[in-house]
């Protein structure tokens, strides 16, 4: 199913550069980055998930990850929004292309234009750094998911949003960007709940802006967990009921 909605407004996020809309096209975007965090997310889930969930992806993009996330779910139904109406186009090309029914939503991830209590995943994939009223939206994903639903956050952290090439080559709101800690308390506040073995802070060489990890290949540098500004964040969290 392909359906549109116009967003009522459109104001709380920072949209990409034509450099990090094209990224989000290439091999090195599905393979190293996206297909990663899904295969890691899924090894964060504890608990069991209905056989068939209803998934959200907020934040879909061009749709590259409705394959992924088909054959790593299964799910009965995926549900895409995104803010960048051009974008969608893409997405809608990638929805016919699998066998899972795909609804294509043109909204604001802090007003989603769905009901209560309507699914069983909420898919939010380097999303976050864009939004404005990160708060708000945390809320949405929240409302939306049943009770004990699961997020799969995966995130940068500001010490790699704000390192100078990323700077260069993208767009973001600088002022809300938080550390991994930061993020795992915003998680908590927001109503989630998870513990050790549902978070995870890869440390891959894409994420090490300042070098992509040259100097560990060269055996020049060895950064250790504790001991390093940590990059990226993973999160597979659970809707507390109250």
Same mark, same amino acid.
């Given at each position: 199913?392909?359906? *549109?909605?116009?967003?009522?407004? +459109?104001?709380?996020?920072?949209?990409?550069? /034509?450099?990090?809309?094209?990224?989000?096209?290439?091999? *090195?975007?599905?393979?190293?980055?996206?297909?990663? /965090? +899904?295969?890691?997310?899924?090894?964060? +889930?504890?608990?069991?998930?209905?056989?068939?969930?209803?998934? =959200?992806?907020? &934040?879909? &993009?061009?749709?590259?990850?409705?394959? !992924?996330? @088909?054959?790593?779910?299964?799910?009965?139904?995926? =549900?895409?929004?995104?803010?960048? $109406?051009?974008?969608?186009?893409?997405?809608?090309?990638?929805?016919?292309?699998?066998?899972?029914?795909?609804?294509?939503?043109?909204?604001?991830?802090? $007003?989603?234009?769905?009901?209560? %209590?309507?699914?069983?995943?909420?898919?939010?994939?380097? *999303?976050?750094?864009?939004?404005?009223?990160?708060?708000? $939206? !945390? $809320?949405?994903?929240?409302?939306?998911?049943?009770?004990?639903?699961?997020?799969?956050?995966?995130?940068?952290?500001? /010490?790699?949003?704000?390192?100078?090439?990323?700077?260069?080559?993208?767009?973001?709101?600088?002022?809300?960007?938080?550390? %991994?800690?930061?993020?795992?308390?915003?998680?908590? /506040?927001?109503?989630?709940?998870?513990?050790?073995?549902?978070?995870?802070?890869?440390? !891959?060489?894409?994420?090490?802006?300042?070098?992509?990890?040259?100097?560990?290949?060269? &055996?020049?540098?060895?950064?250790?967990? &504790?001991?390093?500004? @940590? *990059?990226?964040?993973?999160?597979?969290?659970?809707?507390?009921?109250?």
């Amino acid at each position: 199913m392909d359906t *549109t909605s116009t967003p009522a407004h +459109i104001g709380s996020f920072v949209p990409e550069t /034509a450099f990090g809309i094209w990224f989000l096209r290439t091999y *090195t975007w599905e393979h190293h980055v996206l297909r990663v /965090a +899904i295969n890691d997310l899924k090894r964060l +889930i504890t608990k069991p998930l209905p056989a068939a969930p209803v998934l =959200v992806d907020v &934040g879909c &993009g061009q749709g590259i990850s409705f394959r !992924l996330l @088909e054959q790593a779910f299964a799910p009965q139904r995926i =549900v895409g929004v995104d803010c960048h $109406a051009p974008s969608l186009e893409a997405s809608r090309r990638a929805a016919r292309a699998i066998g899972t029914p795909v609804d294509i939503l043109h909204a604001d991830c802090a $007003a989603l234009p769905l009901p209560d %209590a309507c699914a069983d995943i909420v898919f939010c994939h380097q *999303t976050f750094h864009h939004l404005v009223e990160q708060e708000r $939206a !945390l $809320a949405e994903f929240r409302r939306v998911l049943k009770p004990g639903g699961v997020l799969l956050f995966a995130e940068s952290t500001d /010490a790699y949003i704000k390192s100078w090439v990323i700077r260069l080559l993208f767009r973001h709101p600088m002022h809300v960007q938080k550390s %991994a800690d930061g993020y795992l308390q915003m998680l908590r /506040a927001g109503g989630f709940d998870f513990d050790q073995r549902n978070v995870s802070l890869p440390y !891959l060489w894409w994420s090490r802006a300042a070098d992509f990890g040259l100097f560990e290949r060269l &055996g020049l540098h060895h950064p250790k967990p &504790g001991k390093r500004r @940590e *990059t990226l964040v993973n999160v597979a969290a659970t809707k507390l009921v109250a």
